[in-house]
């Protein structure tokens, strides 16, 4: 009988060592959360990442810079042609006058150089196109469109193939 008594005193003692983790509340809930936070992570890498195709963050993020600067246009370099005001054609007795500031794109820093010292030459051109307009061609956008096409053709026949990448209006006041 004796040992019978024993057995259940070591049953109780080894039953009681293996359920004291659990009587704890603190350690308990502190299993609970690390529990919660594991399967939080795991479904979420696992089941909404791939539904989301966002995967490896920091891989598709460079992939999508690349992407980007691939599909941006090379830039140039601005040259302005300065402040140019002219005389419009039109009414002698009203005369109409247009204050223009142009900025030319060219291709590249050396080409910006060559504008540069043909400065005079490019602002003659400019003024002989302005010249010719009327303020009623140039009241509307399909008017200016045309004024900055015919800009742009002109003065891209004086310069090197394919160096004029665009012409800008920076400012344009019909007075």
Known sequence: M?????????????GKSKLA???????????????????A??????????????????MAGNAQVEEKEAEMPELGVL??????????????????????????EVEDQLTAEVVATRLPQLRDIVIMVLSNKTAEELSHPEGKKG?????????????????LMNIYFADLVVQ
Do not use: H
């Not at 004796?2 to 080894?14: F, L």
């Open 79 to 104: 040259v302005g042609l300065e402040e140019i005001i002219v005389t419009l054609a039109g009414n002698a007795k009203r005369p109409r006058y247009l204050r223009i500031n142009i900025s030319m």
């Open 2 to 14: 004796a040992d019978k008594e024993e057995e259940e005193v070591v049953a109780e003692e080894g």
């Open 21 to 39: 983790i659990f009587e704890n509340k603190a350690i308990l809930l502190g299993v609970i959360v690390i529990f919660q936070a594991v399967v």
């Open 147 to 163: 004024l900055r096409d015919e800009i742009y053709r002109r003065i891209d026949e004086k310069m090197p193939e394919g160096s």
């Open 41 to 58: 992570i795991g479904l979420t890498q696992f089941l909404i990442v791939p539904k989301l195709g966002v995967q490896g963050a920091d």
